[in-house]
């Protein structure tokens, strides 16, 4: 197959171009600099920024299907991705994969995600929604620089349980159901096998890493401020806020078994990510 797939630098669309090649597929990726990137047999780059998406139309014209996902530090998720709907809607696409987040099917339909995948599930385009549950890698990328100067997770977490799941079995699920005609009309949570707090989280990584972590049950307007401070947009960081409440609240518990239904493997689990990851604390 060849397949369309926006933000080919970011993590989870980044592992899943490596699975495509791998696997004999060939690619057409969306970034925002396609000329910082290197040259691959079966791998084309092309122009998508947020509200520039007119290479990344053109190119659903050469392809079978397409992942699209919401680029980070965006909340205008439907202005920024319903375009490439409509576009694999004239152009008849084989099936498209809309990754979103685990709670959005409850949302209002007029929130901007929900919104989309309303817009994706009445389009007649073969659709498969795939909703995960907060990324593992959020630990040593958004929450790195407090770990890394004060061996502290700031984060207003409660003791919430979190069924956190790491951003590989979300890749491995989205070739699994893009490349294979048995996933279609679909909406799955992905989660990962444990639910586990972020104290829990902090004496893993102190297990692991031989150091010790704490967590610090940060207040959330002082959260708030610390992600605005970091140079996040305004309405981004309420986002950000708001999707933490839910988790505080026990929202992100869950625990379910699709990632082993897509995959036929088990998850990976919190004590071996932290262990792939050591070098990045």
Known sequence: MK?????????????????????GHSVIAGTRNPSNQKAVKNLEWVKVDAFEPKDGLKALEKVDAAFLLSPPGYTAQY?????????????????????????VEFAPPEAPFRKLELALID?????????????????HTFWIEGIQKDLKIYFPGGDALVSFIDSRDISKSIYEVITTDSWKNKEFNLTGAEAISHEQVAKIMTDVLGKKIDYVNV???????????????????????Y?????????????????????KREPIDFKTYVKDHKEKW
Do not use: C
């Open 219 to 241: 207040d959330p307007n002082d959260f708030l401020n610390s992600l605005i401070s970091a140079g996040l947009p305004e309405d981004y960081s309420n986002f950000l806020l």
């Open 123 to 139: 389009s007649t385009i073969p659709y498969v929604i795939l909703r995960p549950n907060w990324f593992m890698q959020n630990f």
């Open 79 to 103: 202005d920024i991705l319903n375009p490439f709907v409509e576009k694999a809607k004239e152009v008849k696409l084989k099936k498209v994969v809309l990754m979103t987040a685990m709670g």
């Open 243 to 263: 999707i933490a409440s839910a988790l505080r609240e026990g929202h992100s518990a869950p625990i379910n078994n699709n990632v082993k239904d897509i995959t």
């Open 3 to 23: 397949i369309f797939v926006y933000g080919g630098t970011g993590l989870v669309s980044g592992k899943l171009i490596e699975l495509l090649l791998e696997n």
